[in-house]
Structure formats: structure tokens, C-alpha cells
């Protein structure tokens, strides 16, 4: 006798029995679905030409980013010329404003010390006239033949791509700054630094801070 219970439910219409094999396995999650090339929402507006989410800044192209060196020099050998100063006068792979400026730096530190050495003369002759007053010329001579020396070096370094010689140079320019206000209310200019050359000084910074040189500069970030 068969029990009541086993009994099977009526065919429902439209039901259909479940099939072996088309159950999904426990946490499965359907693919995503891509939607056709150009299709859109009902109801979706395209934003306008040149819209911009709140809170985005547009990059500026060829804008002035002043940022510290991070190519620092290790030892003594890096802050050397690469090859000695040989290739002293070889620029064809600097863009035309780093040029400019490399060429002005080189030049000004080399005519730099061919005052400071005819300076030098000067303040000995007038240390035995008036010692004080020579005592600071011979000073201001000394700091200007180092600092022509050092100008030379950095011009090459800087040459180099080297970041650290570019940072350098623009305080050489705040430098000769100080070196014209004190030759101006000491010797008259016997020192070795004078307002023309801070003038000059100051276009040679300002050229390796142009866009085109910032972006030579940032090429060559990174390498060795």
C-alpha cells in the first residue's frame, strides 16, 4: 500500500523539471556584461566639451616647477668634470637656452679668473699702502677666484645633466649679487665682481630654469 505522502505533486503548466548539470555551484557570480561600442544608458547625457570632474587640476604644460636636486654628489669624484676638461667646449646635445647659459658660465668663470689673478697683484700693491683696506680687497679677490673656479666646474657638471650643478649655479648667481653690493662700498669694484656680471649671472640661472631646459633635465632624471 502506498503512503499518501510519495504521492506526486500535479503537473504545473509551463513547469519544467530541472536539469542535471545547469544548477551554478555555490558562490558563483555571473560575468559581467559588456555593453555594445556606443551604447548608453537610457537617459544618459554626454558631458560637455572640455568638462572637468570636480576637484581635477589640469596639468600646466611647459610650467616653472622648482624642485631640490636629489642627484647629490657622493665623493670628490662626482663633482669632477666626466673625462676631465676635455671636452670643454662640446655642447651639440644641449637645447639651445642651456646652451646659452653653459656658454655664458664658462665664459664668465674663465674671464673670473683672469681678473682674480691680475686682482691678486692689485691687492698686494695695495696692502703695502693701505693694509686694511687691502686685507679686504685680497679678501673679496680670494672668494672671487674660487668662486670662478667653481663656476667653471659647475658649468660642466651642469653640462652633464646633473641637477645638483644646476641648484648650485643659481646660488653662484645670489652670490655675485653680495660680491657687487660689497666691491661697490669697498674698492670700487677691485674685488672681482661687479653688478654687469651679477646681470649676466642672473640671465645664465634663469635660461636653466626655462621650460625647454627643465624638460632636458627631467629626461636624463634617473640615469647614472
Not at 665623493?75 to 666626466?82: H, I, L, S, T
Amino acid at each position: 500500500m502506498s503512503n499518501p505522502n510519495e504521492v506526486p505533486p500535479p503537473h504545473q503548466p509551463g513547469a519544467q523539471p530541472p536539469q542535471a548539470g545547469n544548477v551554478p555551484p555555490a558562490g558563483y557570480e555571473p560575468p559581467p556584461v559588456t555593453p555594445l561600442p556606443g551604447y548608453q544608458l537610457p537617459g544618459y547625457q554626454a558631458p560637455p566639451p572640455g568638462y572637468q570632474p570636480p576637484g581635477h587640476q589640469a596639468p600646466q604644460p611647459g610650467g616653472f616647477r622648482f624642485e631640490l636636486p636629489t642627484d647629490r654628489p657622493q665623493n670628490f669624484n662626482d663633482v669632477m668634470p666626466r673625462g676631465g676638461f676635455a671636452g670643454m667646449f662640446t655642447v651639440t646635445w644641449l637645447p639651445t637656452e642651456l646652451k646659452v647659459s653653459y656658454w655664458i658660465w664658462l665664459i664668465g668663470g674663465l674671464l673670473g679668473l683672469l681678473g682674480g689673478v691680475i686682482g691678486l697683484f692689485g691687492s698686494f700693491v695695495l696692502l703695502a699702502v693701505v693694509p686694511g683696506l687691502g686685507f679686504v680687497v685680497l679678501l673679496l679677490v680670494l672668494v672671487a677666484l674660487a668662486l670662478a673656479a667653481a663656476q667653471v666646474i659647475l658649468a660642466m657638471k651642469m653640462k652633464e645633466g646633473r641637477e645638483w650643478a644646476r641648484f648650485a649655479l643659481t646660488i653662484v648667481a645670489g652670490i655675485s649679487l653680495l660680491l657687487a653690493v660689497l666691491n661697490t662700498s669697498a674698492a670700487e669694484g677691485r674685488g672681482g665682481g661687479s653688478w654687469p656680471s651679477f646681470i649676466v649671472s642672473l640671465a645664465a640661472a634663469a635660461l636653466m630654469w626655462m621650460p625647454n631646459s627643465q624638460a632636458w633635465f627631467a629626461s636624463l632624471r634617473g640615469r647614472s
